[in-house]
Protein backbone atom coordinates (compact mmCIF):
# COMPACT_ATOMS: atom_id res chain seq x y z
CA UNK A 1 0.00 0.00 0.00
CA UNK A 2 2.30 2.58 -1.07
CA UNK A 3 -0.07 4.92 -2.96
CA UNK A 4 -3.12 6.97 -1.69
CA UNK A 5 -5.43 4.89 -3.91
CA UNK A 6 -3.70 1.75 -2.81
CA UNK A 7 -5.15 2.97 0.50
CA UNK A 8 -8.03 4.03 -0.59
CA UNK A 9 -9.19 0.56 -2.18
CA UNK A 10 -8.27 -1.17 1.22
CA UNK A 11 -10.45 1.04 2.88
CA UNK A 12 -13.55 0.13 1.09
CA UNK A 13 -12.40 -3.61 1.32
CA UNK A 14 -12.33 -3.30 4.97
CA UNK A 15 -15.59 -0.97 5.06
CA UNK A 16 -17.68 -3.37 3.98
CA UNK A 17 -16.39 -5.96 5.30
CA UNK A 18 -17.15 -4.69 9.00
CA UNK A 19 -19.73 -3.26 8.18
CA UNK A 20 -17.96 0.36 8.43
CA UNK A 21 -20.18 1.14 4.93
CA UNK A 22 -22.93 -0.06 3.90
CA UNK A 23 -24.31 -0.31 0.68
CA UNK A 24 -28.18 -0.97 0.35
CA UNK A 25 -30.18 0.44 -2.85
CA UNK A 26 -33.11 -1.85 -1.99
CA UNK A 27 -33.58 -0.66 1.29
CA UNK A 28 -31.90 2.97 1.72
CA UNK A 29 -30.85 4.38 4.81
CA UNK A 30 -32.42 7.74 6.62
CA UNK A 31 -29.67 10.46 6.50
CA UNK A 32 -29.71 13.41 9.09
CA UNK A 33 -31.49 15.43 5.92
CA UNK A 34 -34.60 13.24 6.19
CA UNK A 35 -33.22 12.19 2.27
CA UNK A 36 -32.96 8.12 2.04
CA UNK A 37 -29.97 7.51 0.49
CA UNK A 38 -28.80 3.58 -0.70
CA UNK A 39 -24.83 4.82 1.31
CA UNK A 40 -23.94 4.69 4.81
CA UNK A 41 -20.74 5.59 6.35
CA UNK A 42 -19.58 5.28 10.09
CA UNK A 43 -15.40 5.97 9.93
CA UNK A 44 -15.92 5.56 14.01
CA UNK A 45 -15.62 1.57 13.21
CA UNK A 46 -11.96 1.89 12.16
CA UNK A 47 -10.86 3.13 15.24
CA UNK A 48 -11.45 -0.35 16.74
CA UNK A 49 -8.36 -1.46 15.48
CA UNK A 50 -4.99 -0.28 15.21
CA UNK A 51 -3.69 -0.95 12.01
CA UNK A 52 -6.68 0.36 10.26
CA UNK A 53 -5.59 3.84 12.49
CA UNK A 54 -2.28 3.89 11.02
CA UNK A 55 -3.03 3.07 7.62
CA UNK A 56 -5.45 6.34 7.30
CA UNK A 57 -3.08 8.42 9.25
CA UNK A 58 -0.65 7.37 6.63
CA UNK A 59 -3.05 7.94 3.31
CA UNK A 60 -3.70 11.59 5.04
CA UNK A 61 -0.23 12.22 5.11
CA UNK A 62 0.32 10.55 1.63
CA UNK A 63 -2.40 12.96 0.37
CA UNK A 64 -0.42 16.19 1.94
CA UNK A 65 3.04 15.09 0.45
CA UNK A 66 1.37 14.01 -3.24
CA UNK A 67 -0.22 17.52 -3.09
CA UNK A 68 3.09 19.31 -1.66
CA UNK A 69 0.87 21.21 0.94
CA UNK A 70 2.37 23.16 3.89
CA UNK A 71 1.25 22.95 6.74
CA UNK A 72 1.75 24.26 10.16
CA UNK A 73 -1.09 22.95 12.35
CA UNK A 74 -3.36 20.20 11.63
CA UNK A 75 -6.98 20.39 12.45
CA UNK A 76 -9.64 17.96 13.47
CA UNK A 77 -13.37 17.91 13.07
CA UNK A 78 -16.04 17.66 15.88
CA UNK A 79 -16.20 14.52 16.42
CA UNK A 80 -15.36 12.01 14.17
CA UNK A 81 -12.38 13.78 13.02
CA UNK A 82 -10.14 14.57 16.16
CA UNK A 83 -8.96 11.17 16.71
CA UNK A 84 -7.89 11.10 12.87
CA UNK A 85 -6.58 13.96 13.03
CA UNK A 86 -4.46 13.85 16.04
CA UNK A 87 -2.90 10.55 14.75
CA UNK A 88 -1.58 12.47 12.05
CA UNK A 89 -0.49 15.52 13.81
CA UNK A 90 1.37 12.51 15.59
CA UNK A 91 2.79 11.01 12.92
CA UNK A 92 3.84 14.62 11.37
CA UNK A 93 5.10 15.85 14.67
CA UNK A 94 2.91 18.96 13.93
CA UNK A 95 0.78 20.99 16.49
CA UNK A 96 -3.04 20.22 16.84
CA UNK A 97 -6.27 21.60 17.06
CA UNK A 98 -9.57 20.60 16.56
CA UNK A 99 -12.93 22.69 15.82
CA UNK A 100 -16.06 22.32 17.40
CA UNK A 101 -19.44 22.30 15.41
CA UNK A 102 -20.52 25.84 17.09
CA UNK A 103 -18.47 27.60 19.82
CA UNK A 104 -18.79 26.05 23.71
CA UNK A 105 -22.06 27.08 25.35
CA UNK A 106 -19.75 27.33 28.65
CA UNK A 107 -16.40 28.64 30.13
CA UNK A 108 -14.84 30.52 27.72
CA UNK A 109 -17.09 29.60 24.64
CA UNK A 110 -14.33 28.00 22.88
CA UNK A 111 -15.18 27.24 19.02
CA UNK A 112 -11.38 25.92 18.41
CA UNK A 113 -9.65 23.98 21.26
CA UNK A 114 -6.11 23.94 21.83
CA UNK A 115 -5.51 27.67 22.00
CA UNK A 116 -6.33 29.73 24.46
CA UNK A 117 -9.31 31.64 23.59
CA UNK A 118 -7.74 35.16 24.00
CA UNK A 119 -5.65 33.77 20.95
CA UNK A 120 -5.59 33.38 17.58
CA UNK A 121 -3.87 31.46 15.19
CA UNK A 122 -1.63 34.07 13.42
CA UNK A 123 -1.10 33.52 9.88
CA UNK A 124 -0.45 29.93 10.32
CA UNK A 125 -1.19 27.17 7.68
CA UNK A 126 -3.69 24.87 8.78
CA UNK A 127 -5.26 21.90 7.17
CA UNK A 128 -8.79 20.57 8.25
CA UNK A 129 -9.46 16.96 8.81
CA UNK A 130 -12.26 15.14 8.26
CA UNK A 131 -13.83 11.71 8.49
CA UNK A 132 -16.63 11.98 6.36
CA UNK A 133 -17.60 14.72 3.25
CA UNK A 134 -21.43 14.38 2.21
CA UNK A 135 -23.04 17.65 1.69
CA UNK A 136 -20.13 19.84 2.87
CA UNK A 137 -21.77 22.14 5.30
CA UNK A 138 -20.21 21.17 8.20
CA UNK A 139 -16.76 20.93 6.48
CA UNK A 140 -16.57 24.41 5.06
CA UNK A 141 -18.25 25.82 8.67
CA UNK A 142 -14.88 24.22 9.87
CA UNK A 143 -12.78 25.53 7.13
CA UNK A 144 -14.17 29.31 8.19
CA UNK A 145 -13.77 28.79 12.00
CA UNK A 146 -9.89 28.29 11.18
CA UNK A 147 -10.06 31.79 9.05
CA UNK A 148 -11.60 33.79 11.50
CA UNK A 149 -9.06 32.46 14.29
CA UNK A 150 -6.59 34.18 12.02
CA UNK A 151 -5.15 31.16 10.17
CA UNK A 152 -4.45 30.34 6.68
CA UNK A 153 -6.74 27.36 5.29
CA UNK A 154 -6.99 26.10 1.75
CA UNK A 155 -6.82 22.32 2.13
CA UNK A 156 -9.57 20.14 4.10
CA UNK A 157 -9.02 16.24 3.77
CA UNK A 158 -11.17 13.58 4.34
CA UNK A 159 -11.24 9.85 4.87
CA UNK A 160 -14.28 9.22 2.92
CA UNK A 161 -15.99 11.55 0.22
CA UNK A 162 -19.91 10.54 -1.35
CA UNK A 163 -18.43 13.02 -4.14
CA UNK A 164 -22.04 15.00 -4.48
CA UNK A 165 -21.69 18.28 -6.43
CA UNK A 166 -23.24 19.89 -3.48
CA UNK A 167 -20.17 19.39 -1.38
CA UNK A 168 -17.73 20.43 -4.23
CA UNK A 169 -20.25 24.25 -4.38
CA UNK A 170 -20.07 25.39 -0.55
CA UNK A 171 -16.28 24.44 -0.97
CA UNK A 172 -15.47 26.57 -4.24
CA UNK A 173 -18.19 29.48 -2.85
CA UNK A 174 -15.42 29.74 -0.23
CA UNK A 175 -13.33 33.15 -0.23
CA UNK A 176 -10.61 32.08 -1.30
CA UNK A 177 -12.27 28.59 -2.34
CA UNK A 178 -10.90 25.37 -0.20
CA UNK A 179 -9.03 22.16 -2.07
CA UNK A 180 -10.53 18.95 -0.81
CA UNK A 181 -9.19 15.59 -1.68
CA UNK A 182 -10.16 12.21 0.19
CA UNK A 183 -8.38 8.70 0.70
CA UNK A 184 -11.42 6.77 -0.40
CA UNK A 185 -14.37 8.09 -3.28
CA UNK A 186 -18.01 6.51 -4.09
CA UNK A 187 -16.59 5.79 -7.27
CA UNK A 188 -13.78 4.04 -5.78
CA UNK A 189 -15.78 2.09 -3.23
CA UNK A 190 -18.35 1.21 -6.04
CA UNK A 191 -15.90 -0.66 -8.35
CA UNK A 192 -14.62 -2.25 -5.52
CA UNK A 193 -17.75 -3.73 -4.43
CA UNK A 194 -18.41 -4.47 -7.91
CA UNK A 195 -15.18 -6.79 -7.93
CA UNK A 196 -15.86 -8.74 -4.52
CA UNK A 197 -19.75 -8.91 -5.88
CA UNK A 198 -21.26 -7.79 -2.55
CA UNK A 199 -24.06 -6.30 -5.03
CA UNK A 200 -25.97 -7.53 -8.05
CA UNK A 201 -25.64 -6.05 -11.92
CA UNK A 202 -28.97 -4.39 -10.73
CA UNK A 203 -27.81 -2.91 -7.36
CA UNK A 204 -24.75 -1.13 -9.30
CA UNK A 205 -26.98 0.44 -11.65
CA UNK A 206 -29.08 1.82 -9.13
CA UNK A 207 -25.67 3.13 -6.97
CA UNK A 208 -24.81 4.43 -10.64
CA UNK A 209 -28.20 6.70 -10.98
CA UNK A 210 -28.11 7.55 -7.05
CA UNK A 211 -24.59 8.89 -8.12
CA UNK A 212 -26.04 10.89 -10.78
CA UNK A 213 -28.99 12.85 -9.19
CA UNK A 214 -28.79 11.67 -5.32
CA UNK A 215 -31.48 14.17 -3.97
CA UNK A 216 -34.13 13.23 -6.48
CA UNK A 217 -32.53 9.49 -6.15
CA UNK A 218 -35.38 8.92 -3.43
CA UNK A 219 -38.21 10.38 -4.57
CA UNK A 220 -37.72 8.44 -7.91
CA UNK A 221 -37.51 4.94 -6.22
CA UNK A 222 -40.46 5.36 -3.74
CA UNK A 223 -38.23 6.28 -1.02
CA UNK A 224 -39.49 10.15 0.11
CA UNK A 225 -37.67 11.75 1.96
CA UNK A 226 -38.33 12.04 5.40
CA UNK A 227 -39.52 15.53 6.65
CA UNK A 228 -38.83 16.64 10.00
Known sequence: ????????????????????????????????????????????????????RKMIARGLALIIEQENITIDVVAG??????????????????????????????????????????????????????DLISTGGSSAKAVEAVRVASGTCGWCVSIFNYGLDRASEQFANLDPPCEVRSLLTFDVLLETARVSGRLTTDQIALLDEWRMDPFSWGDQHGFPRIEK
Do not use: C
Request: hydrophobic share 35%; aromatic share 8%.
Open 77 to 130: TATAGIPHGTSLADLLDLPYIYIRDKPKGHGLRNRIEGIDAGSDLAGREVIVIE
Open 1 to 52: MNTVEDIGSKLAEQGLSIGAIKLDPDDPFQWASGYRMPVYNDNRMFLFDPES
